[in-house]
């Protein structure tokens, strides 16, 4: 076989690049590469088993022809400009199973690099590997498009979204819980080093759901790695939100109309009046509590509805729900308990964003479309707090892919920026388990008061899972939040917030303990109208 050509990069620089320099401000002059894009396909790293598959120029991309890769997709607005495109893979094996295994990934380098490198979380159990454009919480500016060397990676393994068939591998268990991620984090420094002929300046990471929890992982054990992380609906305890979604589901099949074989079927608990009867109601209760009556609920710890207020004092009809029906509600959006009473995992926000709307497989929160395809479920009857929460306890991989160590002392320590958000009407996991996680963080790094200072929650008023919600205002720019406050010194006090369901709107999202309160006037449709208070 014929030799190539390799570069060869020293290892002490796998560290070195792990921290980042001096500023660079926003208004930063592009810097070119140094080398052809061609040219990386011979790179090797020194101690370091790599294989770069492609490296090509990719063209510009215009704008209205990429979408955001979410629950709720959107096109991007902006024109994506020329990159170099480098595909590679990390460690190939093959694995017990006899499956092949390797840590994949992708790395855009734009022609025009602003000098700062962000990396793009992954979602589900990964195994694929989308497009790194940066999009996720970045409003209609994707990182990419800013000028952002963007990367992502499959973690190591290949599969369907929620294929945990490579969990019996135990290698792979390990590049999909923390590994993969840290590797990737400093060959994609290296090969930017050698592509530009410098390294980053500043590096970020961004993800939501499956990315959440590894901007968790990334503060809580590779600390020295990033200048601004932003983590969205933290996949960051999964046994535990299971359980949650099991007490959920139960609860509604307890109450369902038996089928022709006798099962419950669970498209039968709520019609579609009776959804949108309790989305009005929970609207009603709770809309002004934020100084306004616009259809949103900006508030959310404020609101504690019962929907005791819509139970029929009679005859089932469209205008009021059964008792049964108000019962398997309150028990569902209560949270799960162990038969000592205590509780399991948070209570969901009543938010009628959950209750209305259609499209990706957590566009309801009721299950009239059958089960959520994250939750192992069985009947009612075998729902068991106590056991599932014994499962939990007794499962390794959670060990491995929780992220709940508070000790961020030395992230912290070196000026690094944590942003945390939560959509209220997110399904799957509860914005109030992320709140918990954040507020123990707080009083292990010196209170809240000073975490404030380094690291900030918003609630995302009405958003689904990560984006989408017929009630919700999804698009806002964290990426530009965390870049100011990193790079300035600017802590975000309010992030603005707009989307499809209300044209012309716009919500200041505020970071707890604050909340957006109307100011009693102004334009109503105006973030200007509006103020963070506690």
């Known amino acids: 076989m014929e030799r190539i050509r390799t570069a060869v990069i020293p290892a002490a620089c796998?560290?070195?690049l792990a921290i980042a320099s001096s500023a660079y401000p926003q208004n930063s002059a592009a810097l070119a590469p140094a080398q052809k894009c061609a040219d990386l396909v011979n790179l090797k790293i020194a101690g370091a088993n790599v294989q770069i598959t492609k490296a090509e120029e990719a063209p510009a991309t215009p704008a209205g022809t990429l979408s955001t890769a979410s629950i709720a997709p959107q096109p991007i607005p902006v024109v994506i400009p020329p990159y170099c495109r480098v595909d590679g893979v990390m460690d190939p094996r093959t694995g017990l199973d006899g499956k092949p295994y390797a840590i994949g990934f992708e790395l855009a380098l734009p022609d025009n690099w602003n000098g700062r490198f962000l990396f793009q979380g992954g979602g589900g159990l990964n195994g694929y590997i989308l497009l790194p454009l940066g999009s996720q919480a970045a409003g209609d500016n994707p990182a990419l498009a800013r000028g952002f060397a963007v990367v992502t990676t499959d973690t190591g393994h290949k599969g369907a979204v929620f294929d945990a068939s490579f969990m019996k591998d135990q290698l792979a268990s390990l590049d999909f819980a923390y590994i993969a991620i840290?590797?990737?984090?400093?060959l994609s420094k290296e090969i930017i080093a050698q592509y530009y002929g410098q390294p980053a300046k500043h590096s970020y990471y961004d993800g939501c759901s499956t990315g959440g929890r590894e901007a968790m992982m990334m503060s809580e054990r590779y600390p020295t790695y990033f200048d601004g992380i932003i983590s969205g609906d933290p996949a960051m305890r999964t046994g535990y939100s299971n359980i949650g979604l099991a007490n959920a589901r139960a609860a509604f099949l307890?109450?369902?109309?038996k089928d022709a074989n006798g099962k419950p079927d669970p498209?039968?608990?709520f019609s579609d009046g009776d959804k949108k009867l309790l989305a009005d109601s929970i609207t009603k209760s709770c809309d002004e509590k934020d100084g306004l009556k616009d259809g949103m609920i900006l508030n959310p710890e404020a609101c504690r509805y019962d929907?005791?207020?819509?139970e029929c004092h009679g005859a089932k009809t469209d205008t009021c729900l059964t008792a049964q029906q108000v019962g398997a509600l309150q028990k569902a959006f209560a949270g799960p308990k162990d038969s000592r009473g205590n509780p399991v995992y948070a209570r969901f926000p009543w938010e009628g964003g959950y209750l209305q709307g259609a499209g990706g497989p957590f566009a309801s929160f009721l299950p009239n479309a059958g089960p959520n395809i994250l939750a192992s479920v069985a009947p009612p009857a075998d729902v068991?707090?106590?056991t599932l929460v014994s499962g939990v306890q007794t499962n390794e991989n959670e060990t491995l892919t929780d992220t709940t160590w508070t000790n961020l002392s030395t992230f912290f320590g070196h000026g690094g920026k944590l942003i945390?958000?939560?959509?209220?009407?997110?399904?799957?996991?509860?914005?109030?388990?992320t709140l918990a996680y954040y507020l123990k963080m707080a009083d292990a790094n010196g209170g809240l008061d000073q975490v404030m200072n380094s690291s900030r929650f918003f609630f995302v008023p009405g958003m689904n899972h990560c984006a989408g919600g017929p009630r919700a205002l999804d698009k806002f720019d964290m990426v530009g939040a965390v870049v100011d406050w990193v790079e300035s010194g600017k802590a975000p006090d309010s992030v603005i917030a707009t989307g499809k369901p209300f044209p012309g709107r716009s919500r200041p999202l505020c970071p707890y303990p604050r909340h957006a309160q109307y100011k009693g006037n102004g334009d109503?449709?105006?973030a200007a109208s509006f103020e963070c208070v506690k």
């Not at 307890?254 to 109309?257: C, D, L, S, V, Y």
């Open 182 to 186: 840290g590797r990737v984090t400093v």
């Open 420 to 433: 945390f958000y939560h959509g209220t009407a997110d399904p799957v996991f509860s914005p109030f388990d």
């Open 254 to 257: 307890a109450i369902a109309p």
């Open 524 to 526: 109503p449709e105006d």
């Open 14 to 16: 796998f560290f070195l």
């Open 267 to 269: 498209t039968k608990d």
């Open 384 to 386: 068991d707090i106590d």
């Open 307 to 310: 929907p005791v207020v819509v």
